[in-house]
């Protein structure tokens, strides 16, 4: 199992953000807390991804067609790190 630890804003992003895409990160999380990040990969809906540029530690997970999840993954703990959940910018 692993550890998901959420900075301080991500619950006020959840209370922003509309009903389906919280109910999409809790699914999110409870395949993440069981099975790991690896398994994401496994659901084409989520499109998780490597980011680029200075993001370049962190992954991407889809979790409407404007939402992301931002995350950073430490092995060493088994632990994800989730750092925002965002409209995308286009």
């Known amino acids: 199992m692993w550890i998901i630890k959420e900075l301080r804003g991500i619950k006020e992003a959840c ?3 509309p009903r ?3 109910k999409n ?3 999110w999380k409870s395949l993440v807390f069981r099975h790991g990040p690896e398994k994401l990969r496994d659901f084409p809906g989520f499109h998780d991804e490597k980011l680029k540029g200075r993001r370049e530690s ?3 997970s889809r979790l409407s067609l404007q939402y992301r999840v931002i995350y950073a993954v430490d092995r ?4 994800v790190l989730v750092l925002e959940i965002t409209p995308h910018d286009y």
């Open 15 to 17: 209370k922003r953000a």
């Open 20 to 22: 389906a895409v919280v």
């Open 25 to 27: 990160y809790e699914l």
């Open 58 to 60: 962190q992954r991407s």
């Open 76 to 79: 060493k703990n088994v632990t």
